[in-house]
């Protein structure tokens, strides 16, 4: 590794960001503008900013980690991480931007009409989004702490206030231009490595058992049934409940378009993932002495050095390096766009000035917990968000958008009861380290969390026989009918 | 259920037209358009439904071939049992051809409910 060539990367990326994100700025005056990039972003520029913001650190760096570590068991976090565009596409993409709503809050505001559960909506997703940052903010601080000799906290500081500063000063159109790019660099800084790793093993003979590298108790049938289901059953369900992900179909124009994006953003990222499972497995093949955990995860940035010795090595490891920092970046921000959007309409008033302000606020808050931390695997740290968003927030997005019979009563219960499910869990699987039935219950709580939550919503919206929305069935209509005229964009009635 | 049939169904496209003048303008919709968009709103949460069914249906044989390849002697292909590269890389092609047909479906179920709502705009 070459801390020259490595820095240079992350120097110019920067500077592209930056360049990118000071571009968009001259574009982005209104308040429409920072929130939504004025819905005026096309399908496949916006599919690429979606899965830009997707694919975090979690999978570019953590994946091979995990799959050395524990087999292909590892491959169902980026199986499920597809799948759940799968649902979000059919079940929340098209309604969800015909609502015409900004933010999550929003959403749940105008269906329920109701100021309360519109607050406990913003405390859940402000949780999602903090609980989702730090992890980047931990592979931030891994990857910078491989390639140069510089303190744990640096990386973490450095993409904190990279965020910050790009988010605040351009808001969501500047950020679909960085992040459209930066999906386009995760793919080729993973794609190049990858097809000349390939190119110099086949080349070198094949001298490797693949009965050792890829053993059978290590193989798809060694993996825990109801971990597995239980984790699968979070990760198709979280895609939906992540408020980064769902601010990105209000802006396409029409419910139509929402889709066509979501079909794009499923061939991108499956695209990527296909890369990255190639790392992986060639992982396996090159480095199983870095099967070890805290080392694991940086074995990417290990594999080009160790195939290719000299400065073709170093060139392609600071490639991976600048994609790294491209996926803790783009998620990063995206997310951080969204919290704002929603901090800055429940605290403040939502001008442009509380916009910025509350785009600082929601990057300290990670950073402080991110230092405060310890980086634990990449890959199930991402995961566990999935299991709260997918306990909290999916449920109630799912049958706002389906049951008319839902309440602002029954969404806050749900919620509350799954937050609480989640955070008992995550306890549970701190005290009972065993790996008994019980610990088991704990490790992957979705199977029983996701449920309840489904349950309690239910119980309790059917039994506030009186607060069923005045206007669901309208609400209903509104989101399901198609938009007035096919291909353009419906004016936004009340929201 | 029979109402959905109704929906969907172009026989009725003419006494439908007929019952639109009753609802006056900027009043709450009437009988006909709350029919049609309670049925149209039924019909894509069944297509829904059904998309996820059939690709979890499919996605779990594809994992049974995984689990199954090992034990019928794992063909090893460039160096890598068979049931490893299906794992990393059958799953996301399945994804893509169900979201196409839910997309197609989804579009065909509303071009049905504008020509049900709105007979003269769509013809």
């Not at chain 1, 950020?175 to 386009?184: D, G, K, L, S």
């Not at chain 1, 991110?370 to 927030?393: D, I, K, N, Y």
């Not at chain 1, 039994?463 to 198609?482: E, K, N, S, V």
């Not at chain 2, 959905?4 to 609802?23: E, I, K, L």
Request: glycine letters at 10%; charged letters at 10%.
């Amino acid at each position: 590794m070459n801390p020259v060539f490595d820095l240079a990367a992350v120097g110019l990326l920067v500077v592209v960001t930056a360049v990118l994100g000071f571009a968009g700025v001259r574009l982005s005056r209104t308040t429409s503008d920072f929130f939504v990039a004025s819905r005026s972003v096309r399908s496949v520029w916006n599919a690429s900013a979606i899965s830009g913001e997707y694919l975090s650190a979690g999978t570019f760096l953590g994946l091979a980690g995990l799959v050395l570590l524990s087999g292909a068991e590892g491959f169902w976090f980026p199986i499920g991480y597809a799948a759940g565009y799968l649902l979000v596409l059919l079940f929340v993409a098209a309604p969800l931007r015909r609502s015409g709503a900004y933010t999550i809050p929003d959403f749940v505001e105008a269906r329920l009409e109701s100021r309360a559960a519109r607050r406990v909506t913003s405390v859940v997703v402000l949780v999602i989004g903090w609980l989702y940052i730090v992890p980047q903010l931990h592979g931030a601080a891994l990857a910078l702490g491989v390639v140069a000799p510089v303190p744990p906290w640096a990386g973490a500081v450095l993409v904190a206030v990279l965020v910050a500063g790009i988010v605040a000063a351009g808001g969501m159109r500047a950020i679909t231009a960085v992040q459209a790019f930066q999906y386009w660099l995760k793919l080729t800084a993973l794609l190049v490595p990858a097809v000349f790793l390939l190119v110099a093993l086949s080349g070198g003979g094949a001298d490797v058992d693949p009965a050792a590298v890829f053993p059978a108790e290590r193989g798809p049938a060694g993996a825990d049934a109801y971990l597995t289901g239980s984790l699968l059953l979070a990760l198709l369900l979280g895609t939906i409940g992540l408020p980064h992900v769902l601010v990105r179909f209000y802006t396409s124009p029409d419910g139509a378009s929402a889709r066509r994006t979501t079909v794009i953003v499923i061939v991108l990222v499956g695209a990527f993932y296909a890369v990255s499972s190639t790392m992986a497995l060639i992982a396996r093949v090159v480095a199983p002495d870095l099967a070890v955990p805290g080392l694991a995860d940086t074995v990417v940035l290990a594999l080009p050095s160790r195939v290719l010795p000299g400065v073709v090595g170093e060139l392609l490891t600071a490639l991976i390096v600048a994609g790294a920092f491209a996926a803790f970046l783009a998620t990063s921000s995206g997310l951080v766009v969204s919290l704002a959007g929603v901090v800055s309409q429940d605290v403040f008033g939502g001008s442009v000035r509380s916009f910025r302000l509350s785009a600082v606020l929601c990057t300290a808050v990670p950073l402080a917990m991110a230092l405060l931390t310890q980086p634990a695997g990449l890959v199930s740290s991402v995961g566990l968000v999935f299991v709260f968003a997918a306990s909290t927030l999916s449920p109630v997005l799912l049958l706002g958008v389906w049951w008319r019979r839902l309440t602002a009563r029954g969404a806050v219960a749900g919620m509350a009861v799954g937050a609480v499910a989640c955070g008992a869990a995550l306890l549970g699987a701190r005290l009972v380290a065993n790996a008994g039935p019980v610990g088991v219950l704990f490790a992957q709580p979705a199977a029983w969390t996701i449920p309840l939550t489904t349950a309690v919503l239910m119980v309790v919206s059917l039994a506030d026989r009186g607060g069923i929305p005045f206007r669901a069935d309208r609400y209903l209509a509104r989101l399901h009918t198609p938009d007035t005229r096919p291909g353009r964009g419906a004016p936004d009635r009340a929201t | 259920m029979p109402r959905v049939r109704v929906t969907a169904s172009d026989a009725r496209r003419g006494p439908r037209t007929a019952t639109r003048g009753f609802a006056l303008p900027g009043q709450t919709p009437d009988d006909a358009e709350t029919v049609f968009s309670r049925g149209l709103v039924r019909t894509q949460l069944r297509l829904a439904l059904g998309c996820v069914a059939a690709f979890l249906a499919v996605a779990a044989t594809l994992a049974g071939v995984v689990f199954a390849l090992p034990v019928l002697g794992d063909p090893v292909v460039f160096g890598v049992p068979a049931s490893w590269l299906l794992h990393a890389y059958g799953f996301y092609p399945l994804m893509l051809v169900f979201a196409l047909v839910y997309v197609r479906a989804a579009a065909r179920n509303e071009r049905r409910y504008r020509a049900l709502a709105d007979p003269e705009e769509s013809a």
